[in-house]
Structures are given as C-alpha cells and as structure tokens.
C-alpha cells in the first residue's frame, strides 16, 4: 500500500495562529516534517508568504541568497 502525501505532511500557518494568523485554508500550506520544522527554527533565516497568486513562496535567508529571491515547489503546485 502507497502512502498518500497527506500522510507525511504538516499543516503550517503563514502566519502564526499566536500572532492572529487565522486556522483557515488561506493561512496554510502543507509540509513535511523536515521543512516544517525548519521554518519553526528562527536562526535558519527560511520565511514563508503567499504569493500574488496565492500559492506559498518560500524566502531563503540572506547568506544563501544575498537577494532572498522568493522560490516555489514546481513539483507540488496548489491546485
């Protein structure tokens, strides 16, 4: 038996829940763990926001990206 994705995966707040981000479809996007807990660790410098087009945009901290040109999952794309 395959596992489906939703079952490696964690719902995430773009914004947090502890600093009024709502627990609805428009503030979440799904992980994996690893990703997941990654954004939760503030020294790594990751930020996550929703593009124009509403699909997530994942920030990378300055010093692997000096311009912190926003990048997407090609591979999963929110339907």
Do not use: S
Not at 24 to 38: M, Q, T
């Amino acid at each position: 038996m395959t596992k489906e994705p939703l079952d490696w995966t964690d719902a995430h707040h773009i914004t947090a829940w502890t600093h009024g981000g709502p627990t609805n479809l428009d503030n979440l996007v799904l992980l994996c763990r690893h990703h997941h807990r990654l954004l939760h660790q503030p020294d790594t410098g990751w930020q996550i926001r929703l593009g124009t087009d509403q699909r997530p945009e994942f920030i990378p901290p300055a010093h692997l990206d000096p311009q912190q040109r926003p990048r997407r999952n090609l591979y999963h794309q929110r339907q």
